[in-house]
Nanobody, 126 residues
Framework: VQLQASGGGLVQAGGSLRLSCAASGGTFGSYVMGWFRQAPGKERAFVTAISWLGRRTHYAESVKGRFTISRDNAKNTAYLQMNSLKPEDTAVYFC????????????????????WGQGTQVTVSS
């Protein structure tokens, strides 16, 4: 499956952005979808994930209550709504897909993901 992330940009602290991850070439509804991010000088880190039908989600502590992951299987697209953005949210955001069975440790582990998008830059100014 091919993944295309979009929606990044420059926003002031406290603002919002919605990222999209469009999938093609596979059965979208059979994948757990995740978002990861890589800040300058840091390793890529887990942000959030959503199960096949969207009934289960998991978030990193740093984004709980501010970010919301969702998916539309009819449109083969996953979304990341980011509210109350902070400068420390500045990073390249990647979407990823895995056929792994849901588990909070599994979906937070980069190595369990089979497919990755190219990343979209999010910059939050103070």
């Amino acid at each position: 499956v091919q993944l295309q992330a979009s929606g990044g940009g420059l926003v002031q602290a406290g603002g919002s952005l919605r990222l999209s991850c469009a999938a093609s070439g596979g059965t979208f509804g059979s994948y757990v979808m995740g978002w990861f991010r890589q800040a300058p000088g840091k390793e890529r880190a887990f942000v959030t994930a959503i199960s096949w039908l969207g009934r289960r989600t998991h978030y990193a502590e740093s984004v709980k209550g501010r970010f919301t992951i969702s998916r539309d299987n009819a449109k083969n697209t996953a979304y990341l709504q980011m509210n109350s953005l902070k400068p420390e949210d500045t990073a390249v955001y990647f979407c990823a897909a895995t056929t792994s069975i849901w588990g909070t440790i599994v979906v937070a582990t980069q190595a369990r993901y089979d497919y990755w998008g190219q990343g979209t830059q999010v910059t939050v100014s103070s």
